[in-house]
């Protein structure tokens, strides 16, 4: 059974998925409860700035026991109560699960309609997976699929064509503060992918005064001779802060970089104009209470749909279409998935026919005194097994993708006298 368990920005504010956002730290220790979990067979964790979602593969068919042992997983890692984030994720299961997942890869369930880099983000959610062995047959395939839907999507529909990024939606914002904004002096606080988009950006615009940090020196150096920025040593960031109009940050931390006591102590002595925080970072790099201080205003990434989702109309059309290139994506997937499940009962069938030839031919194994009569009576029994079993196979397969196991595989089980366990991955 390939289960779900999510959040995402559209059912939780920014406040609720910091929560539960994976770091690198959080990230390895989510692996070993995952790998050591006696009932969970393969693991995948998909984490970005706007959601949060654990895909897995459980041995047994109980979808409300999977349900809570994913949640209190997630719980345990982050030491946060399940009521807090509970009513605000998602769950689900097989069929919905897998094309939640290719609508994700397709760029169909991002915050900014069509976006690229959520394919990326999957892809190395996959990688990441397969790296600490903890993704196999299936999930490996699901995400392969969704990774091949979402790169079809992209060449076959327009969907992707002026999307606008939470890096240039950012930007917009600012733009939309400063009628001026290549006067402005902008400080970018993180040089990671999220940070080259949004500076590449300001430079599209003519911001002349673009200064550059990052904990990695090399990193800010690396960006800042691209765009002919300033680079700031990460130690001087808050005298810079105290000098500039707009501050954008987009850094990994678990916890607030800037705390309202930083900001107004490096604002307190150097300023009289405004000082704009645009935060992109999930969790925050700006604690809410920086927003009550005099003079400074807060945009977090939850505050960029409203740009974002302004763009969305002219897309619609192209996303029926995606939506349509997911549906075929996601049958062709699901009747694979389906026929996966009927394998166990022809393998019994099969051992079974097999232990009742060998059994025939032991019985007969002393009354045949020519050694290649033997051999032929061998062949000749075995090549019946394949020819009988050819048929039901075939059916089998056929019935199950097309109506899934639950409705054929106990029958099956009865009418060829199979006594074994039911299969795990029913519907």
């Not at 047994?60 to 349900?67: C, K, M, T, V």
């Not at 094309?99 to 991002?110: K, Q």
């Not at 606008?164 to 001026?180: E, G, H, N």
């Amino acid at each position: 059974m390939i289960c779900l368990l999510g959040q995402n920005h559209k059912t939780a504010s920014v406040g609720l998925r910091e929560k539960i956002a994976v770091t690198d730290e959080k990230r390895n220790v989510l692996v070993e409860i995952l790998r050591s979990d006696p009932v969970l067979t393969e693991s995948v964790v998909l984490s970005t700035c706007n959601r949060m979602e654990l895909y897995t593969v459980a041995s047994d068919g109980d979808a409300e026991q999977r349900r809570q042992r994913l949640g209190a997983i997630l719980s345990e890692v982050h030491g946060v109560d399940e009521r807090e984030w509970a009513s605000t994720s998602y769950f689900s299961r097989d069929e919905h699960a897998i094309r939640h997942l290719f609508r994700v890869a397709s760029g169909l369930d991002s915050m900014v309609l069509g976006e690229g880099q959520i394919l990326a983000q999957v892809k190395d959610a996959q990688e990441f997976a397969r790296g600490q062995k903890i993704a196999h047959e299936v999930l490996e395939r699901v995400f392969n699929e969704a990774i091949s839907c979402g790169k079809r999507v992209r060449s076959d529909t327009s969907i992707s064509e002026g999307s606008v990024s939470v890096a240039a939606a950012s930007v917009s914002l600012a733009r939309k503060i400063f009628d001026d904004i290549a006067n402005q002096s902008v400080l970018l606080v993180g040089a990671g992918d999220t940070g080259t988009r949004v500076a590449r950006h300001l430079q599209l615009f003519g911001v002349k005064d673009l200064r550059v940090t990052n904990r990695t020196r090399a990193r800010a150096d690396a960006l800042a001779t691209e765009l002919n920025a300033s680079v700031v040593p990460f130690d001087q960031l808050d005298e810079h802060l105290g000098q500039v109009s707009i501050a954008i940050t987009a850094v990994a931390s678990q916890e607030p970089l800037f705390t309202a006591d930083r900001v107004k102590a490096a604002i307190h002595r150097t300023r009289s104009a405004p000082l704009f925080m645009i935060d992109l970072a999930v969790p925050r790099n700006v604690a809410p209470d920086v927003d009550g201080l005099g003079g400074v205003f807060v945009y977090d990434v939850d505050d960029l749909q409203g740009i974002v989702l302004g763009d969305e109309a002219q897309r619609r059309e192209e996303a029926a279409k995606a939506e349509e290139i997911v549906t075929h994506r996601v049958g062709g997937f699901v009747q694979w998935y389906r026929m996966r499940a009927a394998v166990p009962a022809l393998n019994e069938l099969r051992q079974h026919l097999e232990t009742l030839r060998q059994a025939e031919i032991d019985a007969v194994r002393n009354k045949v005194h020519d050694k290649h009569d033997l051999e032929l009576v061998d062949k000749v029994t075995a090549r019946l097994i394949n020819k009988l079993l050819h048929p039901p196979t075939v059916e089998l397969k056929r019935r199950v993708a097309e109506d899934g196991p639950a409705a054929h595989l106990d029958a099956f089980r009865q009418l060829f006298g199979l006594d074994g366990r039911a299969d795990g991955d029913r519907e």
